[in-house]
């Protein structure tokens, strides 16, 4: 609530121990402060929206490995998009909305750095954590640099229902290429079907899933767009087509596995020419204005949806929403929906 000053509770969210399987409940911890105060040349926002990240999963192991890490005692990270409630600096104003990454918590205190401005007419504040920000950028740059779709190409991606997934099917269906998605439930398979436009999509959790596609890639596979590595991925890699790419944007699978392992199809890599691609969205960061621009024409003329899945509750009901996304509940990017966005 942005009322008065003592009124305001900031409930934030802490990493209790290094979570063994999915993450719950018990491995963070919910501590109660008053809101920090805004202090010269500061800016004190208060959060509306949290995006619920699979990546979090990754960064919470007990490892230094990767970009970033949460370590037990840590305030959780995530991106936070939300409004000016007071403002110190010149640069913000009172009403403006921003995205900002200073944790899970109910307000955030910033001299400015790593606030970013949005435009709510362009698209509403919740979307600017999904399908208009890192997820949608994420699909942008992945579809359009690296994997480069063609008419007359086949493209499978899997995770194909989430943030990343369902905007990449559509930006892949715009270039003019067959487009087949793995998800995890029927419901999920005719949603992307009817209202994302896939042509074909198959719920990896037949057993027969692997001849569901076989079938459905007759000339092999140009581009496997990877969300979720593991076995999904390495059973799929025996249907690469020659000079086909193979972008390995996430590994959702392997986040909450002791030992990750990784395919051990790749002699298909070798036989037909093909090559499996890295990528970070981080690297595009001096292009998301020029992306965005492109998505709001599309999104404006109906060529585009921005899907995303909404749970409502404060920052204690983050675990939840965590543990909802991996068990697949979302269509699109999930969305914590806090009490000062009603
Ligand atoms: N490279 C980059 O710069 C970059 C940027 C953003 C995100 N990413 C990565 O891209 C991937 C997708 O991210 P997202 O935000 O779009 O997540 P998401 O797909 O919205 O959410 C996770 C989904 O993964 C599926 N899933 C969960 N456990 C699984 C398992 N064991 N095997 C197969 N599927 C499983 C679930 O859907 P089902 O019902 O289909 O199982 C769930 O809905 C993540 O790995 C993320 O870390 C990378």
């Avoid at 840590?74 to 409004?83: L, M, Q, T």
């Avoid at 996430?250 to 002699?267: A, D, F, H, L, V």
């Amino acid at each position: 609530m942005a009322s008065g000053l003592n009124e305001r509770v900031n409930q934030q969210l802490f990493l209790k121990k290094v979570p063994f399987g999915i993450a719950g409940s018990d491995d963070f911890e919910i501590k109660q402060s008053p809101a920090p105060e805004c202090g010269e040349g500061e800016v004190l926002v208060e959060s509306h929206y949290f995006g619920v990240d699979a990546a979090l999963r990754l960064i919470v192991r007990d490892s230094d490995e990767f970009l970033f890490r949460v370590k037990p005692g840590d305030i959780v990270r995530g991106s936070a998009a939300g409004r000016v409630i007071e403002s110190n600096n010149p640069q913000f104003t009172v009403g403006d909305h921003v995205l900002a990454s200073g944790g899970v918590q109910n307000f955030i205190v910033s001299n400015g750095e790593g606030l970013e401005k949005v435009d709510v007419t362009q698209a509403p504040l919740g979307e600017w954590l999904g399908g208009f920000g890192v997820s949608g950028l994420t699909a942008y740059f992945a579809v359009t640099e690296e994997c480069k779709p063609q008419p007359g190409q086949t493209i499978l991606i899997n995770g194909a229902a989430g943030a990343v997934g369902s905007i990449a099917g559509q930006l892949c269906k715009l270039a003019g290429a067959t487009v087949i998605g793995l998800t995890g439930s029927a419901e999920k398979c005719r949603w992307l079907v009817e209202e994302l436009g896939y042509d074909i999509a198959i719920n990896y959790k037949d057993v027969d899933w692997y001849e569901q596609l076989v079938d459905a890639a007759p000339e092999r596979l140009d581009v496997i767009f990877d969300n979720v590595g593991g076995s999904i991925l390495d059973e799929s890699l025996r249907l690469i087509g020659m000079h086909g790419v193979v972008l390995l944007c996430g590994s959702t699978s392997q986040y909450s596995e002791e030992k990750m392992s990784g395919p051990s199809n790749y002699i298909w890599l070798g036989t037909m020419r093909a090559r499996m691609q890295g990528f970070v969205i981080f690297d595009y960061a001096e292009r998301y204005a020029e992306a965005r621009a492109k998505m709001a024409r599309w999104i404006r003329d109906g060529r585009l949806k921005i899907p995303s899945y909404e749970v409502t509750g404060d920052v204690d009901a983050f675990p939840k929403a965590f543990q909802q996304l991996y068990q697949g509940k979302n269509l699109g990017k999930m969305l914590l929906k806090l009490p000062a966005a009603t």
